[in-house]
């Protein structure tokens, strides 16, 4: 039986050089099959967060464990294998922009040892008609506008069916409408694959419709962490006025 | 120092206002402060090179990575040696020629002297400092842009070392590059060289054009410079940006790092190389 | 990177890169030209002069030093060779101390000061030109030539030639004690030898070809960063155009100055 807790992180606290902490003790645990939601103001430490979980930075404190195995002190190459397992989609999408859409999208695959060039096409047409922008395989992503990066993005980092996703602003740029059908998509695949998936994303309302389980992240620390039906009727006024997006409180 | 969070994310008044507030410091601590990041900043170059000739190696290439490096290597700087490295030339030429004339009336050794000159020293030191800011700085341009858009951090996520991604390729052009392009820069200083001493100071070009005074001891030291250089140029630039934090900004400042500590590792190898040299191969 | 752009003949390709070549030093001309007006009644911002002073000059301390510290040592290590050749001790001081003084230490200061001010003048204007403060000024009423330009021109010039009298004394300390170390001259027939032939010319003519040099990296590193387009990958083209001319403008004046200056 594989442990329940498939991220956790124990008293995680992260500062950079010259600046204040942008987490202080962090204590979080995401279940197996949750779709979690992390929100909170601009630079409350989301993004730093998430990278922290696949160790692409290091915590200057705490401990962080996935699927129960303590990955804090572990060395590239032993992360990798971690890594293997967790798909990831970036602020800035991190296109690699000498590559095409097609073959930023194969680059995981390839990595993880697919070869066969047949399979390799279908799986990234698949995933460009997932974001609707099928056919798009030969474009280099300098020709492509914000939203459209975005999609390439969330192509690439579900391209490996990974049991674990972090998706950093997944709708960042996008009309309601895509940005809609993009959180249902996610949500859809999620669902059918049972995997454990933490989404940052600023556009509250629409977050809100497809998550589990909710945190809020504000001045480094977590304030919020429960069902997503709690944190809609939390009585904590900065939670209250944050994801009902109201102009007056103490935010 | 730029802010460590990423550059889309607008400040907040969530950082409590700790990073305005002013640190009291004296000159101990501020030395102690450099002491620290230097040799923080030695443990990360030095982690770069070991990295880099692990993966040259071991790992392996994409087919033609390392030639299109080379190429871009070569096409950026053949302009700017050549113009550099002629005004160079006649400069020196010139000068010695004049300081020379002080001493002993006659030139016939000029060519001579200036020949083994540019061999031990000058043609890859000057060569190697152009290329420094033009081969560096375009260096560091690129990696750093990847590292703030985060095409590092995706290539890390896909299980890539950068270093055997980045820099490796960068590194091996670099060491092949660099040794030709210096036997260019060299060439044409020397000629233009030749041309201001038959101008100026009436040396007719069968008295310039003398290898007499080579050995042995000027070749070795002149190839060894050669190769150390190109090798350094790449890992302090890849290393410079690699580290490059935060936005556009972080990237210029990684630009700039990389010609000035590219520039400073090809003058401290060119001390440390000529003094072995002087030591090993006596005149 | 990997569509090659359409290949033009050579000869178009030569025709555009010098009429960009002209572009670019008529450009810096009317910058000097535009410069030169608001001086003459100087109009200039004080405090943002001494800030540039500072941080141009003061924080380029350390790595003038051991540049011209290793400079001073690889260039008696050069004079070395001729020394044992000819078994002339008291040469070291001369041989060591003209070309420092004249051509090396001058133009590898200049070099040092390009990669680490030049560039990050043209790093900072670039980026305050894209993102529009410059336009911003403008439409304040303030003069970004006087308040901006101005004051870190004055800054370059003032600072790399008060760093080439600080490397030059640091290089020919740095020469002494490797002549001590690698050739057993001792310091006192170093600077001996160093003083009786050493003429005061030539330190002078080190000095103003630094002054010229500083010129040419406050024109360039400034013209660079005000002529940015495109975006943050204009502004590391930028960078890397401005130090790339500033090399090549020190080494065509320095080419031009030793022969006047004799």
């Known amino acids: ?251 | 120092m730029a802010p460590p969070v990423a550059p889309a994310t607008p400040p907040d008044d969530a950082l409590d206002g700790d990073a305005e507030r002013p640190r009291p410091r004296g000159l101990a601590a501020d030395t102690g402060q450099l002491l620290i990041e230097g040799v923080r900043a030695f443990r990360g170059l030095f982690d770069v090179a070991l990295r880099t000739v692990y993966w040259s190696l071991k790992g392996r290439r994409e087919k033609g990575v390392v030639l299109e490096q080379a190429f871009e290597i070569g096409n950026k700087s053949v302009f700017f040696l050549t113009v550099t490295q002629g005004f160079i030339g006649m400069i020196l030429v010139f000068q010695s020629g004049l300081q020379a004339r002080r001493v002993v009336p006659d030139l016939t050794m000029l060519g001579a002297t200036f020949l083994e000159l540019l061999v031990r020293d000058l043609a890859a030191t000057l060569a190697s400092m152009m290329l420094a800011t033009r081969v560096g700085a375009g260096i560091a341009a690129e990696i750093g842009s990847m590292v703030v858009t985060e095409q590092v951090d995706a290539l890390r996520m896909c299980g890539v070392d950068p270093v055997d991604w980045l820099v490796v390729p960068r590194f091996l052009a670099s060491v092949v590059m660099t040794g030709v392009l210096i036997f260019y820069a060299g060439a044409i200083a020397y000629f233009a060289g030749g041309a201001t001493a038959w101008a100026v100071f009436d040396v007719q070009p069968q008295t310039y054009l003398n290898a007499r005074l080579l050995d042995i001891g000027d070749v070795s030291i002149g190839l060894a410079k050669c190769v150390a250089y190109g090798a350094a140029i790449p890992i302090v630039s890849g290393w410079c940006g690699l580290s490059a934090r935060g936005g556009s900004e972080g990237v210029g400042i990684a630009t700039t790092q990389a010609v000035v500590f590219s520039s400073l590792a090809v003058i401290i190898l060119n001390l440390v190389i000529s003094g072995v040299g002087f030591v090993l191969f006596p005149v | ?262």
């Not at chain 3, 540049?67 to 050069?78: D, E, K, N, R, S």
Request: some cysteine; charged content about 20%; glycine content about 12%.
């Open chain 3, 1 to 262: 990177m990997s569509q090659a752009s359409e290949r033009e003949g050579l000869s178009a390709e030569t025709g555009r890169a010098i009429l960009d070549l002209a572009a670019e030093v008529g450009g810096v001309a009317m910058l000097a030209g535009r410069l030169l007006r608001r001086l003459a009644p100087p109009r200039l911002d004080g405090p943002e002069l001494a800030r540039n002073l500072h941080r141009m000059g003061v924080k380029s301390l350390p790595i003038v030093g051991v540049t011209a510290l290793f400079t001073g040592g690889i260039m008696v290590i050069q004079a070395g060779v001729l020394i044992r050749r000819f078994g002339a001790e008291g040469l070291l001081g001369w041989g060591a101390g003209f070309a420092t003084l004249r051509e090396v230490g001058p133009i590898l200061i200049a070099l040092m000061f390009s990669g680490r001010v030049g560039a990050n003048n043209t790093a900072e204007l670039g980026t305050m030109t894209v993102t529009e403060q410059i336009a911003a000024l403008e439409t304040l009423a303030i003069d970004p030539l006087s308040y901006l330009i101005l004051p870190r021109c004055i800054a370059m010039v003032v600072m790399l030639f008060m760093l080439t009298v600080y490397g030059d004394v640091l290089a020919l300390a740095g020469s002494a004690l490797m002549g001590q170390a690698l050739l057993g001259v001792s310091v006192a027939t170093f600077f001996n030898g160093f003083l009786e032939t050493i003429r005061v010319w030539d330190l002078a003519t080190g000095l103003i070809k630094s002054v010229l040099y500083g010129v040419i990296i406050a024109l360039s590193s400034c013209h660079f960063g005000l002529t940015v387009t495109g975006g943050a990958p204009g502004v590391g083209r930028a960078v890397n155009t401005s130090v790339v001319a500033s090399a090549t403008g020190i080494f065509v004046t320095d080419y031009f100055s030793t022969y006047l200056l004799g």
């Open chain 1, 1 to 251: 039986m594989p442990p329940r807790r498939v991220i956790e992180l124990r008293g995680i606290t992260k500062r950079f050089v010259d600046g204040p902490p942008v987490l202080r003790g962090v204590d979080l645990t995401v279940p197996r099959g949750c779709l979690y939601g992390l929100v909170g103001p601009g630079a409350a430490g989301k993004s730093v967060l998430l990278k922290l979980v696949v160790g692409l930075l290091r915590p200057d404190a705490g401990a962080l464990l996935i699927e129960g195995e303590d990955i804090t002190g572990l060395d590239e190459l032993r992360l990798h294998r971690v890594r293997a397992r967790i798909g990831m989609l970036f602020q800035n999408n991190a296109l690699f922009d000498h590559m095409t859409v097609g073959e930023n999208i194969a680059f995981p695959l390839r990595r993880a040892g697919v070869t066969d060039a047949a399979a390799l096409a279908e799986r990234v047409a698949d995933r460009l008609r997932m974001v609707s922008l099928p056919g798009f395989e030969d474009r280099m992503p300098a020709g492509l506008s914000g939203g459209q990066k975005k999609r390439i993005g969330v192509a690439r980092a579900t391209a490996l069916k990974a049991d674990i996703v972090l998706y950093d602003e997944p709708a960042a740029g996008l009309d309601p409408v895509t940005s809609q059908k993009i959180f249902d998509t996610l949500r859809a695949e999620q669902r059918e694959a049972g995997a454990t998936v933490v989404m940052v994303s600023s556009d509250i309302e629409r977050l809100l419709t497809i998550t589990d389980r909710v945190g809020m992240l504000h001045r480094g620390r977590l304030i919020f962490d429960g069902t997503t039906a709690e944190a809609l009727a939390s009585r904590d006024p900065r939670v209250d006025q944050f994801v009902h997006g109201k102009t007056d409180g103490p935010l």
